[in-house]
Every structure is written in C-alpha cells, then in structure tokens.
C-alpha cells in the first residue's frame, strides 16, 4: 500500500492511494498513522477495512496539501556519509561503522511545504534521502531478522545548515533540526511493494538542474544493517524513522559550494517513492 497524510498543518487526515491511483480518505478507519498504528499491524488491518470499505471512502482532490506521510514519530536516527561517492565529494574517509545522529522531530513538514531558511544561516544544503520506517518494536535485532521491522520506506529531504554542522562545535544535529529541515512524503510505501530497497534510484534536482543522480546500492551500509546496528544501541519505536543518508551532490561537495537562497526551488524523488518539490523561503 501506498499510505499518505492529506490537509492543515497539525490537522492532517489519514489516506490511501488505490491500485488504480485514487486517492482516498480513510478517517473513518479511525487511526492516524502513528506508533500505536505500526504497533497493532494497522497496515495489515487497514488492508483488510478496505476491502470492504474502500468504495465509500471520499477521494482526496489534487488541490489538498500532502502533510508528512505519519504523524510524528518518537524520534529520526540519521546516517551520515553512508554513500561511498559522497564521502569522497566531502573528503571523508568511509566510515568503519555506521555514523548516528539525531534530528528532532519538530522538523518535520509536508513534501511539498515550503523549506525556511533560519535566521543568521549561511550554509542550508540539500539532502535526498531513503527514509526507512520503523513496524514494530526492535531491540538488539539480528541481521537476518531486520526487515521483519521495516514497515516501508518513504522519501527524505535531510536539509542540513552546515555552517551550524560542522563549524560551530558540538554535534551534527545543531546543524539538522530547524524547522521545515525534514520534509517526509509524500507516501509510506510498505516494504511489500519495494522489491529492493537497497537499489532504488534517487535524485534532486536545484532550480531545474540535476545535482544529485545516484542509486542507493552505493550505500555502504544497507537498510537491514542499518535496522540491526541502530538496534544494539538504542530501542526503536514503531513509526521511528532511519534516514539512510544521501548520495554525491550536495551543496557543500560543488566547486564551488552552492547553498541555497530564497526563491531556489528543490524538486527530489526514489523511484517507486515518490517526488517533492519545496521552495526556499527566508525566515520572517
């Protein structure tokens, strides 16, 4: 299934996108697409409302706002230099393990809201991102078992203020969590309809001009051992979200650096995911 989150800021509504490309409002399924959804099976449940309940759903018009594709989830673990291109673009050494960081929740917005550059920022970069939902509870999760966790996957602009990231002291996520930093969507495309994730073309596109073309089979750490190593160290949540880190092309990596400016326009995709299209504004 293709689940995705529709109207107002805070007062989004819960729909699907039919095999024929409908889409429909589910409210009266009666559950928002949170922890406690992913926790009880909800898409197993939902799938099953349906068949007896899909023909009087309501469609969504094409003029309603996408919001974030769940509600907010309990936390984002992100994954830094995880393409091996990217990290020769930013002249890191490839990482031996995994590199964790946080980026707060408040971030979140709709696919298609608009990015807000923060006050005093100097360096906002662009991101694409496979985003890896979280289905159920995972602790200490072997890799073999991993993907019995995922509950699907959905598209993640990890917008990153890398003066804030990298110049100013401390930890990454200084530089990760202003808000509108994490659009999410615009679906949550279950694990069932992804034949592999880890060979998904993505890409991004700046003002029309492609900077970003990759494949996330050059990540070098893939999504079931992403699941399992985050696992060992803390618990994920259902509707948790791992972001698996981005490809070559970023802001930062040009000769020379480009970052962004009111009124540039963002468009980035996966295949099979989905596409978002956000337009930088300054912060008022």
């Known amino acids: ?6 109207g107002q800021p805070d007062h989004e509504h819960p729909g699907v996108v039919l ?3 409908q889409h429909i409002d589910v409210t009266h399924f009666g559950e928002d697409f949170d922890e406690s959804f992913f926790a009880s099976n909800g898409p197993e449940r939902l799938s099953h409302w349906l068949e007896s309940h899909a ?20 936390k984002i673990i992100c994954v830094g230099l995880n393409y091996a291109k990217h990290a020769a673009e930013t002249n890191a050494p490839v990482p031996a393990e995994p590199i964790l960081f946080y980026k707060a929740t408040t971030a979140i917005v709709g696919p298609n809201d608009n990015v807000v550059i923060p006050k005093r920022s100097e360096k906002t970069d662009w991101e694409v991102e496979l985003a890896i939902i979280i289905g159920k509870k995972a602790s200490y999760v072997e890799l073999d078992q991993a ?13 990153s203020e890398r003066a804030w990231q990298l110049e100013r002291g401390g930890q990454w996520m200084k530089g990760k969590s202003a808000d509108t930093y994490a659009p999410l969507g615009p679906y949550l495309v279950t694990k069932d ?11 991004l596109d700046l003002n029309g001009q492609r900077l970003q073309d990759s494949n996330t089979d050059d990540m070098i750490f893939n999504v079931p051992t992403l699941v399992s190593y985050i696992s060992q160290f803390m ?9 698996t880190g981005t490809p070559a092309g970023v802001g930062m ?11 540039d326009v963002v468009k980035l995709g996966i295949e099979g995911l989905g596409e978002q299209t956000q337009t930088a504004v300054a912060y008022v």
């Not at 469609?59 to 989830?73: L, N, T």
């Not at 880890?198 to 890409?203: E, G, S, Y």
């Open 55 to 74: 023909q009087n759903c309501p469609a969504v018009s094409s003029d309603e706002r996408f919001g974030p594709c769940i509600k907010r989830p309990s």
């Open 1 to 6: 299934m293709k689940l995705f989150r529709f």
């Open 193 to 203: 309809e992804v034949a592999d994730p880890n060979a998904l073309h993505l890409w």
């Open 147 to 159: 993907m019995e966790y995922v509950a699907g996957y959905a598209v993640h602009n990890d917008y």
């Open 19 to 21: 095999p024929s490309g």
């Open 235 to 243: 618990t994920l949540l259902p509707g948790d979200v791992i972001s």
């Open 253 to 263: 990596g040009l000769k020379p650096q480009q970052f962004l400016k009111p009124g």
